[in-house]
């Protein structure tokens, strides 16, 4: 690890106008970011630790949502009897995630920034667009077993690697930002993360020194709730494929959708046309797998990772016919 200042941040402010600097970095959990400073993927000159800041809180909103303050943990998150009640889809995913001890220190703006788990992003030695653009994709032709087949680039077929986001993009969520001059933004969580394209190492749609304060959850959507993990092994590991569900049917037919992916993409994936595809349908084998469908045209493997073309279509299907027969 190379030496870097450590600065503690007493207000908002006072740590985004610190971040705006070259080589600084904002630090909270710091649950990914330490492992890419060990293996020097990331060598920032200047860590801000924002701890100590007042943005813990998960407060009620006016309209029946929840706003989420920045360094709540992930594990008080998935704890807590509103998000558990109103929420489940986003309690599950939070507890699939990662170990107990990780869940413990990681915080809800961590969470959604966190790097890919690439494994040729995470060695130094191999090429990698996101790390060194302009240097290539090992992944293309390399071990791509837990790449992406939906929205991949060939400058980057790496994928995100948050729980957590999946279901808040399932449910809508809003993240709010403030900069080092005190403006305030508010961000669909579907307009955050972006698309590798030509420049994968720009992840986001935050600018220099912008922070992430809060993410508002708007009220429950109806219907019930899901997150479906599929992974190697039954415990801390990423996701091959992740599906966030809330699906509201009555006597066969289904009234309302919304379908939200991980391990398929760079970013939590949605599927308008599949959500479409399932309202005032019968609920089926054939409507569930036209849904399957409208998610996975387009998809494209790379080998490795061919199977988790078949594995999408049994995964949603599963999911569906689990939501629909309650």
């Known amino acids: 690890m190379k030496a870097f200042t450590y600065q503690r941040a007493d207000s908002v402010t006072q740590a985004a106008t610190a971040a705006i600097k070259p080589g600084a970095k904002i630090i909270a959990g710091g649950t990914n970011l330490l492992d890419l400073m060990k293996l020097q993927v990331e060598t920032p000159s200047t860590l801000i630790d924002i701890n100590r800041l007042s943005l ?4 009620d ?46 915080t809800t703006g961590g969470n959604l920034l966190q790097r890919t788990r ?34 991949a680039s060939e400058h980057c077929i790496a994928t995100h ?10 449910l809508d969520a809003k993240v709010e930002t403030v900069n080092g001059e005190g403006h305030t ?32 959850l708007p009220p429950p959507p109806p219907g019930i709730q899901v997150y479906r993990k599929v ?22 037919r289904i009234r309302s959708a919304r379908l939200a992916f991980g391990g398929l993409a760079p970013k939590p994936w949605r599927s308008p046309p599949a959500e479409q595809t399932l309202v005032n349908a019968s609920a089926n084998t054939t409507t569930f797998n036209a849904a399957a469908d409208a998610v996975l045209e387009g998809a494209s493997a790379f080998g490795g990772n061919d199977f988790k073309i078949p594995l999408t279509r049994r995964t949603l299907r599963s999911v569906l016919t689990e939501l629909t027969r309650a």
């Not at 690697?161 to 399932?170: F, G, I, N, T, Y």
């Open 161 to 170: 690697p948050s729980d957590m986001a999946v279901a808040m993009r399932a």
């Open 231 to 252: 992974r190697d092994r039954a415990s801390y590991a990423f996701a091959l494929v992740s599906v966030a569900a809330v699906v509201d049917s009555m006597h066969g």
């Open 56 to 59: 813990d809180k998960i407060e």
């Open 61 to 106: 909103t006016p309209d029946g949502g929840l706003r989420i303050g920045t360094l709540v943990r992930n594990s008080d998150l998935a704890a807590d009897w509103r998000v558990r009640q109103r929420y489940g889809v986003l309690s599950r995913a939070l507890l699939a995630g990662a170990s107990a001890q990780l869940r413990n220190k990681a």
């Open 185 to 216: 933004r508010v961000i669909p969580i579907g307009a955050l993360h972006r698309l590798p394209d030509k420049t994968p190492d720009i992840e986001t749609s935050l600018k220099p020194g912008e922070i992430i304060t809060s993410v508002t």
């Open 118 to 151: 690439c494994y040729y992003f995470y060695d130094v030695t191999k090429p990698c667009n996101k790390r060194n653009p302009g240097s290539g994709c090992a992944a293309l032709a390399g071990f791509n077993r837990i790449h992406a087949i939906l929205g």
